[in-house]
């Protein structure tokens, strides 16, 4: 049997939280929005397994960037739309370092910029990112070598136009 | 923006967004998970209602009884035990060896970059030959160790039945899965496996 105040106490503790993760990985915050409370509608759908997992939280954060990659992979014409878009200059309630630092995400590949937001703003250890991304350790270690060295010149300087070029975006992973 | 404070910008940035969110009330998010599970819910229900229908009919030019005769555990029964025993012209139906489960599971996880923790579910498995080649069908769980991937691949992959062949002196291959919604002919839509296994599966109802 569903619980619906076990389901919205973990929702209301969690929700801007996860929106907030979301946003670092996609640079939108109506597109970390959509597919966040997406994720929890499933994460209801099955909440009698998903409540019963040592973490719904990371089940939710997993299923967002999977609907992510499969949205992404459906839908050519919104593809088109961020390609042209790519990160939201001004965001409301971000702060404009912040969003620089967002846009310094976007400019690096999906599985590094996952692995580093696993890692240095969810605070998941090397193992705990490899479990939920289901890469071995060493994988996530060079990623996040690799993805602070790809991102250090972003954030050294900052530049006027963050708009990453079709090749920089990568829709792969999350 | 020096490159080392880029993590304390990145936290204390994305604790600031957070808290200027306003998300969407919980009932909204649990009513579009209601949504959700209608939508699955009328497939399998159209599935289901297409199933009896289709046995019913067969029952009934067989026996000349009338369909409604023919309670619905009547026909579950009858379906298990002639999928159990019977045989057609050139296929059977087979009691499956827990050998078979493991190659055949070992087979899907070669299919599948990632998918290591999972297993047949149970009731679920179907298993027989046609002139030399067999069979097999299943729907797969995740298992004990199953990461966060392989749930959520599961998840979007776990109502749809798997199907595999392997020839003579050959090994198990994956070859065909169900899509979504499931054909209302069940495993009998799927080109791989003989009208005839179909049959004698009932369709892998």
Known sequence: MRDPSDFDAFYAGSVRRLISQMYAMTGSRTEAEDLVQEAYARAWQSWEKVSAYRDPEAWVRTVACRIRVSVWRKTVNRMAAHR??????????????????????RRIPSEQRRAIVLHHLVGLSVEEVAHET?????????????????????????????????????HHGC | MAAEDFETILKAGAADFATQLTPRPAPAVRARGEQLLRRRRTATTALAVALMAAVAGGAFAATGLSRHSTSPAAIATQRTASASSASSA??????????????????YRQSQTGLVHIAPVKGTFYYGTCD???????????????TLG???????????????TKPPNGTWTYVATDGFPRSPRGCAAIPQIPAPLAALWADCG
Not at chain 1, 84 to 105: I, Q, T
Not at chain 1, 139 to 166: C, F
């Open chain 1, 84 to 105: 042209r878009h790519g990160v939201e200059d001004e965001v409301p309630g971000a702060s404009a370092d912040y969003v620089a630092v967002v846009a310094a995400l």
């Open chain 1, 134 to 170: 289901g890469a071995r350790p060493g994988t996530v270690k060079a990623r996040l070598s690799r993805g602070r060295q790809a991102m250090a010149p972003y954030l050294s300087d900052i530049t006027p136009d963050p708009r990453p070029t079709d090749q920089e975006v990568s």
């Open chain 2, 90 to 107: 050139s296929c059977r139906s087979l009691v499956v060896p827990q050998a078979v489960k493991d190659a055949v599971t070992e087979a």
């Open chain 2, 132 to 146: 030399g080649t067999t069979y097999a069908a299943t729907r797969f769980t995740p298992t004990s160790g199953a």
């Open chain 2, 150 to 164: 392989e749930q959520v691949q599961l998840q979007d992959e776990g109502s749809a039945a798997k199907y595999f």
